[in-house]
């Protein structure tokens, strides 16, 4: 167990539809990291938080946001759904900002239909 | 184009056979992550390594970076049906500007270890 949490593990809706993921890290742990794995690209960087603030932004669509609460649990939200957001999405924490080893969820699994 | 490229994609073979993946970037990481991946979970880490040149065993698995921190690979000795998965490799790359560290997985190798 990471003790990191991912809620729902699964989710399914339509496109044009607004999901919203939810992650509390492991404790202790001031980053939040977002991840997209699907079949044809592996794992692909969303974003990163850390205590509260944005820290690093990837391949993050314009209609997916994030944000990290001040009990730093952290929430993506995904709007205008298509059917190629279908994928795993994972959180991750770690310590700190720079090369602290990630500790990962076990995943959302968004089915857009 | 991937930052990082994992090499084989697929890998299957039999119990107690040696084997080797490698992971290859033409960036300069401040260092490298090695995960382990299988159905239904998260990544775990494996180990992380820092130093060019370094050397890492964990049992039967010896991790390398290459001297420039542009590469690494992994080696499983006498591999078991317990090592199968899918293993990632990441690269660190330090955002000064943000403080952030953005870390860049490759595709992962799939490997199967048969009884």
């Known amino acids: 167990d990471s003790g990191v949490t991912q809620t729902p593990k699964h989710l399914i809706t339509a496109t044009g539809q607004r999901v919203t993921l939810r992650c509390s890290p492991r404790?202790?742990?001031?980053?939040v990291y977002w991840y997209q794995q699907s079949l044809d690209q592996g794992l692909q960087f969303l974003i990163q938080?850390?205590?509260?603030?944005?820290?690093a932004k990837g391949n993050i669509l314009e209609r997916f946001s994030a944000q990290q609460f001040p009990d730093l649990h952290s929430e993506l939200n995904l709007s205008s759904l298509e059917l190629g957001d279908s994928a795993l999405y994972f959180c991750?924490?770690?310590?700190?900002?720079?090369?602290?080893?990630?500790?990962f969820g076990n995943g959302t699994r968004l089915t857009v239909t | 184009t991937q930052l990082l490229e994992q090499s084989p994609q697929f890998l299957s073979i039999q119990e107690g056979e040696n084997l080797t993946v490698y992971c290859n970037s033409s960036s300069v990481f401040s260092s490298l992550q090695w995960y382990r991946q299988e159905p239904g979970e998260g990544p775990v880490l494996l180990v992380t390594?820092?130093?060019?040149?370094e050397v890492k065993k964990l049992k039967r698995l010896t991790f390398q970076f290459g001297d420039a921190r542009k590469d690494s690979s992994l080696h499983i000795t006498a591999a078991q049906p317990g090592d199968t998965g899918l293993y990632l490799c990441?690269?660190?790359?330090?955002?000064?500007?943000?403080?952030?560290?953005?870390?860049?997985f490759g595709e992962g190798t799939q490997l199967t270890v048969n009884p």
């Open positions: 990441a690269g660190a790359l330090r955002l000064l500007e943000t403080s952030g560290s953005r870390l860049t």
């Open positions: 991750a924490s770690s310590v700190g900002t720079d090369n602290s080893p990630l500790h």
């Open positions: 938080y850390y205590n509260g603030e944005e820290r």
């Open positions: 404790s202790g742990d001031l980053s």
């Open positions: 390594v820092v130093t060019g040149g």
